[in-house]
Structures are given as structure tokens and as C-alpha cells.
């Protein structure tokens, strides 16, 4: 599904959905937000779902970190059409998400 994403604002990205409080913290029928792939890789690789869960269960909290904030200038100078190259140290520890 291609659409704008909820927090860096691109268009015409691919988005996926993010549980704005994470299943694991009693979110699964919660609120949900639309995300591109980088920004919802990012979210996740920063905060923990305690974190989101008790304060960043909302899309201006997280755009008003100051973490994200740094990642947000960045990708919003990232073309929506080209995959953008992340860092993949978190891949590997077999996180779910
Ligand atoms: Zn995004
Ligand atoms: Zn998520």
C-alpha cells in the first residue's frame, strides 16, 4: 500500500502499520499509524515497547523526540521512490516487531 507516511510526511511511500502501543504492551486493538519502512525500522531500533507504550503512544510524541528528530531531518531529504539504505545492526538479533 503506497500512501503518506504518518510521521516523516513523504509521499507515495510504502507504508506499513505501526501499533502506536505495541501488542506486547496490550496495544493489538489500539491505535495504529501509518508508517514508512525507515521510519518504522527507526522507531523500533530506538525505543523499546516500554517506551513507546508509556510515552510515545502518540505520533506527535514521537515527532517530538528529540532521537527520532535527528533521523526525521534525514529521511525527509530521502527520495519516497528508492529504498533507502538502513544501518542493519538490529536485524540480526531476530527482533519482532
Ligand atoms: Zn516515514
Ligand atoms: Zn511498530
Not at 1 to 29: D, F, N, Q, W
Not at 38 to 51: D, R
Not at 89 to 94: A, V
Request: proline fraction near 3%.
Amino acid at each position: 500500500m503506497l500512501g503518506s507516511c504518518e510521521l516523516c510526511k513523504r509521499e507515495g511511500v510504502r507504508l506499513t502499520e505501526h501499533h502506536l502501543i505495541p501488542r506486547e504492551e496490550g496495544g493489538a486493538h489500539l491505535d495504529t499509524a501509518m508508517l514508512c519502512q525507515p521510519c518504522h525500522k527507526q522507531i523500533h531500533n530506538l525505543y523499546t515497547n516500554q517506551e513507546l507504550a508509556i510515552r510515545l503512544d502518540t505520533i506527535e510524541r514521537l515527532q517530538d523526540d528529540e532521537k527520532i528528530k535527528k533521523f526525521l531531518k534525514w529521511i525527509k531529504k530521502q527520495p519516497a521512490t528508492r529504498a533507502v539504505k538502513m544501518k542493519k545492526s538490529n536485524e540480526r538479533k531476530g527482533k519482532k516487531r
